[in-house]
């Protein structure tokens, strides 16, 4: 076994899930290449063939709105921002920010006030936690996620991960980078420093009320809650029971504890949330040889022996105290059976988790029905009376794929919440997009097609193992899918695919295939039925610069360029709402310098209008979008400001971005955007 150095300094890099697709399916790129050449043939260049793509003109692969160019009244009303390197936020005229809810404010129990340096772990999780990122602003009334008061109602955020550094009095004065921890003590990690950091994660309930002058402000609420990642949590869904998620913890399969690295979010149509599980693998090491860890581990990129360090994420599983619910994410094979150790701990994570925030008690539930592999989100087709419920989500790592569900039963508006128990059966779906324009859902069912008894044992096999039945049946390798959108108008859904790092060159002549920027992709379901089996594809927009990025059949311009389009979202009229996530590593540097500091822009799919609407601080990401229902006021989430200071800046005090400038170091916090006529945001 690999030894781990006593004083260690744990860092592994960004906490993204790496590259683990060694199938031989075609990757998107290829598909889309293809596309592009039979569409070359056709209009002589390659510029028309790619205006080909956006402006429909009855191409197959086209047949969509896009093909109304300048229809109808202009939603955009708002002068475009310029990009901005600068520590601040910056919104259009006639606009105002408010910043709310920064990690650490006092939310429930004895209400601990923020102090980075000397809150304890007990006090975190009493805290709004850090790292926000998808969202969702439920009204009071707890009827319908979209209807009933836009002055008062609860904000649910996500949490996504930490940044130790910035956590514990010990990082003081350490060479510490944006992933690492404190350096080991005796080999070990103090277990307050671990609990502080899994009580930062997971998500918050935050009620909160507009008052009289404006302002927005927390309640003190009997429904403020915090989960993380220690909180009690069912399994349901056809793995709930099986082999795989027997632990020591939950000997009978049915229970695991917390949730981690919840990126976007869900919410479904009888108003419960949902977190999802992305970039989990990271967090847990099996000290075996890369060979030898199970498939369930492999294909998802859980660490190993080889592994540098050879330890988790955070080595929460070398916590001094020894306690379980730190020594669970060492899933060593260590005991006699499954049932007296955590060899099958990670089987626990990978999956969508529904929980029910008007409801305090509420145990969030993981729905395995809905697969396992790196949910960014899950977005729900608008529910019909009597119909199956439809949800898509994607798989955020390079190469990977974007899945569909559909329930086996029906919605119920009377059921209400009882309706998540739709998410317990019925298919899931991968897509396998086609040179033509069309695109297929090929089945993950246990038995059906490739997915035999030969390469599965049964459904929960299939669900547990999400990606490697996807890559039996042949689905398209796409370059990380993160956020969806469906477009409430016409119900055709968007993605974002934010870029592939693992295709990154210095080639700039091609950005679709180095991917350096990103795209959007879009399509509509067969005679507009969501639960239908084939569909029609084709590309919204290309992300990048002027000279490398394409719009309504035109590059983008100043007001309008940007890249790695990550978060996404419609509002109720119909704007399109795009949020960027340039990594850390090359934010403000070399050919990234000109896009600024991360950004929101808002589109209008049917004026083919795209303007620059928000950008954030220094070295964050802009993440998670939503109006009040009178859309009059936007929450926008700002994640890991400063996330850009070097390891040796950190060492010496100097901090590379401190918004929003409450306090020692930069905090992830929610924005509150208004107009000052007190319009529509937008308009
Ligand atoms: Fe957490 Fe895919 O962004
Ligand atoms: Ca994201
Ligand atoms: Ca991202």
């Known amino acids: 076994m690999n030894p781990i150095p006593s004083n260690l300094v744990i860092d592994n890099g960004d906490g993204d899930e790496p590259m683990s697709n060694t199938s031989a399916n075609r990757h998107f790129a290829d598909v889309l290449n293809v596309h592009l050449s039979r569409r070359n043939a056709l209009k002589g260049t390659l510029g028309a063939s790619i205006a080909a793509l956006f402006g429909g003109a009855g191409l197959a692969g086209c047949a969509t709105t896009a093909g109304t160019p300048a229809a109808g009244r202009s939603l955009i009303g708002f002068k475009a921002v310029p990009v901005s390197s600068a520590d601040t936020v910056v919104v259009p005229p006639g606009y105002k920010v408010q910043t709310l809810v920064p990690w650490g404010t006092p939310l429930t129990g004895h209400l601990p006030a923020f102090d980075p340096l000397r809150n304890s772990g007990a006090d975190q999780g009493h805290q709004v936690g850090s790292h926000h990122d998808g969202m969702h602003f439920f009204p009071i009334e707890g009827k319908d996620p979209y209807n009933g008061s836009s002055t008062e109602g609860l904000l649910v955020i996500n949490h996504e991960y930490v940044e130790p550094r910035y956590m514990h009095a010990s990082a003081v004065g350490q060479k510490l980078g944006r992933d690492a921890v404190p350096a080991l003590v005796n080999g070990k990690r103090p277990a307050d420093e671990c609990l502080k950091e899994l009580h930062a994660h997971g998500v918050s309930v935050i009620h909160i009320r507009q008052e009289a002058n404006g302002q927005w402000g927390v309640v003190q609420s009997r429904l403020n809650r915090r989960i993380t990642g220690l909180t009690p949590m069912d399994i349901s869904g056809p793995v709930r029971g099986t082999d795989f998620v027997k632990t020591k913890y939950s000997p009978d399969g049915t229970r695991t504890r917390g949730t981690l690295n919840n990126c976007a979010h869900g919410v479904t149509p009888w108003n419960t949330y949902m977190m999802a599980e992305e970039n989990w693998a990271g967090y847990f090491i099996n000290r075996v040889n890369a060979s030898g860890r199970t498939r369930e581990q492999s294909r998802y990129g859980v660490r190993h022996n080889e592994s540098r360090p050879a330890t988790s994420r955070y080595g929460w599983e070398l916590a001094d105290s020894g306690a379980d619910e730190y020594t669970r994410f060492n899933v060593t094979a260590q005991g006699a059976s499954p049932t007296q150790d955590y060899r099958n701990e990670a089987n626990g994570f990978g999956w969508m988790v529904e929980f029910d925030p008007f409801n305090p008690n509420s145990t969030p539930v993981k729905r395995t029905a809905l697969g396992r592999f790196a949910h960014e989100g899950v977005i729900f087709q608008p529910a019909v009376e009597g119909q199956p419920v439809v949800c898509y989500s994607g798989d955020d790592a390079a190469n990977e794929y974007i899945y569909k569900f559909v329930s086996k039963g029906v919605y119920r508006q009377a059921a209400g919440v009882a309706n998540g128990a739709l998410l317990d059966e019925g298919t899931l779906y991968v897509a396998k997009f086609n040179d033509d ?81 990103g795209h959007i992709i879009r399509w509509t379901e067969a005679g507009n039925n969501p639960t239908a089996t084939t569909f029609k594809w084709d590309i919204f927009l290309l992300s990048g610069p002027e000279n490398d990025s394409l719009f309504a059949g035109k590059p983008l311009n100043a007001d309008q360029i940007h890249n790695s389009p990550d978060g996404l979202w419609f509002d109720k009229d119909g704007r399109l709402w795009i949020q960027t996530d340039i990594s850390e590593s090359s934010m403000n540097q070399g050919d990234y310098a000109q896009f600024g500091n991360n950004q929101m822009l808002c589109a209008d799919p049917r004026t083919h209008e795209l303007r620059r609407f928000l950008v954030g601080p220094l070295g964050q990401e802009i993440t998670g979008v939503v109006t009040t229902p009178d859309g009059k006021t936007m929450f926008v989430n700002v994640q890991h400001p400063g996330a850009t200071t070097s390891a040796d800046d950190f060492a010496a005090g100097k901090l590379t971005g401190t918004w929003p400038h409450q306090g020692r170091y930069g905090r992830s916090a929610t924005l509150v955007i208004t107009k000052e006529d007190g319009g529509v945001i937008g308009t």
């Open 437 to 517: 324009g069309t695109g297929q859902w090929l089945p993950l069912v246990f038995g059906q097609g490739p997915l035999t008894p030969f390469r599965f044992n049964s459904q929960a096999d299939v669900l547990v193992n999400t990606r490697l039945a996807a890559d039996t049946v042949g689905a398209t390798k796409m370059d990380r899918p993160e956020w969806g959108a469906i477009d409430p108008q016409t119900g055709q859904v968007y993605f974002t695919l934010t870029n592939n790092s693992g295709r990154t060159t210095t080639d700039k002549a091609n950005p679709r295939e180095k991917n350096r920027w």
